[in-house]
């Protein structure tokens, strides 16, 4: 079957730095998402990875290891905005996104 | 219009009746997927289109049905509604040529089945 796990909710305190990990079984793999959800919105994208290694965005990295099935996204300099759901997603074989259930995110001041 | 839009935001719906939620994108996207978001389950796929004029089951079509006459719309509809129906029902769209596919998603539909 296909899975992907990541942890229901994690708690971090603003200023600092917060690593949300995914790991994955999948059926085939074209490329891993991340993307971020505030509650009652829609999800909106934050990284795309599909060669091993970290991608860069500001204050956001993905990381992405293919033999291992693993991926995780670093937040830095955690700001009360950042409090969300952080969503993980494989493409599969068939170019469908394969969803995880997603972490919600508390920060605390 | 910017992006893609949903109609209607919210809809309390009787048991039995017959419901089609809109989506319209002005990007010119070929891909369009109709996901339901329910508390714990993530996002799970109901039904897509690759370009007008096709469409693909997902992961829980069951109940429901869509179609794609066009580029930029793409309506679900529920033919009898039932209460295990009640979700946030989310529209993407995504580039099929070039670039990273990513999806882009309208606001959502919040339905309550009674």
């Known amino acids: 079957g296909q899975n992907i796990d990541q942890p229901t909710e994690m708690t971090a305190t603003e200023g600092a730095i917060v690593q949300i990990n995914c790991t994955y079984q999948?059926?085939?793999?074209?490329?891993l998402f991340w993307y971020q959800q505030h509650a009652g919105e829609a999800p909106t994208f934050l990284s795309y990875?599909?060669l091993d290694g970290l991608e860069e965005k500001g204050r956001f990295s993905s990381f992405l290891s293919r033999s291992k099935g693993y991926s995780y996204l670093l937040l830095k300099e955690l700001q009360m905005k950042d409090s969300a759901s952080y969503l993980c997603?494989?493409?599969?074989?068939?170019?469908?996104?394969?969803w995880g259930a997603g972490t919600k995110l508390i920060i605390k001041p | 219009i910017a992006g893609i839009t949903q109609a209607p935001t919210s809809q309390i719906l009787a048991a039995g009746r017959r419901m089609t939620l809109r989506c319209t994108q002005d990007m010119r996207h070929n891909a369009m997927y109709w996901y339901r978001q329910d508390l714990g389950l993530g996002l799970r796929l109901i039904h897509y289109s690759n370009t007008a004029g096709t469409t693909g089951k997902g992961e829980v079509p069951d109940g429901y049905s869509v179609s794609r006459a066009n580029t930029d719309d793409f309506p679900l509809t529920l033919a009898s509604a039932v209460p295990s129906q009640t979700s946030v029902y989310f529209c993407?769209?995504?580039?099929?040529?070039?670039?990273?596919?990513?999806?882009?998603f309208g606001p959502g539909t919040r339905l309550t089945v009674l």
């Open positions: 990875n599909v």
């Open positions: 997603a494989v493409l599969g074989s068939n170019y469908q996104l394969i």
């Open positions: 999948t059926s085939g793999f074209n490329g």
């Open positions: 993407a769209s995504s580039a099929t040529s070039g670039g990273v596919h990513e999806q882009f």
